[in-house]
Nanobody, 119 residues
Framework: QVQLVESGGGLVQPGGSLRLSCAAS????????MGWYRQAPGKQRELVAG???????NYADSVKGRFTISRDNAKNTVYLQMNSLKPEDTAVYCC?????????????WGQGTQVTVSS
């Protein structure tokens, strides 16, 4: 059984920084792509940033230049460094991992962590 556990959310002032972490636990699997999504109240979930197993990254236009996604394959962990935070970044952030087990692939999701940007 694979579990994704997130940490690092919280309340921060505009212009501040936060770092989110998401660790995958379990055994007998490998991880393909990983990513961070967010959902604000009344809005659809959107992809914030993604990273492949080889380290290629992609970002939503709204966070380019401010957020950085990275991963530690040895620790099965993905990170999201968020700088210059804005009130519009306020949302529940969830990590996603494409898990490979045998010949099958599955999408797993973390429980979500609240990020609130407010003065």
């Amino acid at each position: 059984q694979v579990q994704l556990v997130e940490s690092g959310g919280g309340l921060v002032q505009p212009g501040g920084s936060l770092r989110l972490s998401c660790a995958a636990s379990g055994s007998g699997f490998s991880i393909n792509a990983m990513g961070w999504y967010r959902q604000a109240p009344g809005k659809q979930r959107e992809l914030v940033a993604g990273i492949t197993s080889g380290g290629s990254t992609n970002y939503a236009d709204s966070v380019k230049g401010r957020f950085t996604i990275s991963r530690d394959n040895a620790k099965n962990t993905v990170y999201l460094q968020m700088n210059s935070l804005k009130p519009e970044d306020t949302a529940v952030y969830c990590c996603n991992a494409r898990i490979v087990a045998g010949i099958s692939e599955y999408d797993y999701w973390g429980q979500g962590t609240q990020v609130t940007v407010s003065s």
